[in-house]
């Protein structure tokens, strides 16, 4: 059997800077104690366990503003999905001490619907339902913004979006590029006049190109990661849909069997931008113990190709946290 490790896989440059200002705020004796963290600091039930164990207390819950309620002293810290201006208001007011770790390519997007809002455009914004990052880019400007997430909440957009003048189109940083540019090539039909900014960041697409190219021929496509991650679970999408491989989420070695590698002659494994890399060595070196051949694959000189006139991803350095392991 041969196992290709995908590559890039694993934390991305914002996951790392999150848990690494999570970290520093821990050790540090001057932060005000106690120390919240509002929401999850990644979705990854492991990278929340490190944190408790530096004495760092995750609540979590429905809506950002809801869950500061249960704070009344010390310091929060904002994950790397990003707050609305509401939750940043209330914990001023409540005096508490605030540790921002919001990933750059998000705030890049509350700054871009805060600028076309203040030159007159409304917003369509292409996100995961329930998801904290489209709740806090929807909280920069209220009633002026309207999430979809699929073509059937194209029937019932607010008033505001069919009859406005100018309409800027972006995205959440996480989601699929395919099927989000499908999403937009609908949406330039409906709306011709609409600006698309196609927010999906740069850790995100290359982790989805690497597994349409490498997990080619698999039989089986290993994704590590928490259900809860949209990064991870568009993986598993991209392998089954665009490699034509059969693909499974798992969350740690432990759901791994030899049963499931019997048979199979090629292994493709990768995992999503808020798994710690120890999990995804742990999972490598059980299938290493199975008397596979093991081969690292560099990236891809060509990728599979976007919808016209899509607008370019700007490039963020994420090459600088290979997990190579």
Not at 88 to 98: D, E
Not at 137 to 161: M, Q, Y
Not at 171 to 177: A, F
Not at 237 to 264: F, H, N, W
Request: aromatic share 4%; net charge negative.
């Amino acid at each position: 059997m041969e196992v290709i490790k995908v590559t890039p896989r694993g934390y991305c440059y914002g996951v790392v800077d999150a848990m690494e200002i999570a970290r520093r705020a821990a050790k540090d004796p001057a932060t005000p104690r106690p120390l919240y963290i509002i929401g999850l600091i990644v979705h990854n039930r492991f990278a929340v366990d490190e944190l408790s164990q530096l004495g760092i207390t995750t609540l979590d819950g429905p809506g950002r503003a809801t869950i500061l309620e249960q704070v009344t002293e010390g310091t929060v810290i904002f994950t790397a999905h990003g707050v609305s201006p509401l939750v940043k208001q209330r914990a001023r007011i409540r005096g508490l001490n605030v540790i921002d770790a919001t990933c750059p390519d998000v705030t890049k997007t509350h700054d871009l619907v805060n600028d076309f809002v203040a030159r007159g455009y409304d917003v369509l914004y292409i996100g995961k339902k329930g998801h904290p990052e489209p709740e806090g880019v929807l909280g920069e400007a209220p009633g002026h913004i309207a999430l979809v997430e699929t073509e059937h909440d194209l029937d019932a957009l607010p008033a505001f979006i069919h009859t406005a003048e100018r309409l800027l189109v972006t995205t959440q940083t996480t989601l699929s590029q395919w099927d989000t540019a499908r999403l937009i090539q609908t949406i330039r039909e409906r709306f011709p006049h609409a600006e698309v900014q196609n927010e999906i960041c740069h850790a995100t697409q290359v982790r989805q190109e690497a597994v349409a190219r490498m997990a080619v021929g698999a039989d089986l496509t290993i994704v590590v990661g928490d259900p809860r991650s949209n990064n991870t679970n568009r993986l598993v999408q991209v392998a089954e849909e665009l490699a034509g491989s059969r693909a499974i989420r798992i969350e740690t070695v432990a759901d791994l069997t030899p049963e499931m590698l019997a048979g199979k002659r090629r292994v493709a494994i990768t995992a999503g931008a808020s798994t710690p890399s120890q999990i995804t060595r742990e999972v490598i070196r059980f299938v290493e113990s199975q008397g596979a051949r093991v081969r690292v694959m560099p990236a891809p000189a060509e990728v599979p190709p976007m919808a016209p006139n899509e607008a370019p991803i700007a490039t963020t350095g994420d090459s600088t946290y290979p997990d190579l392991s």
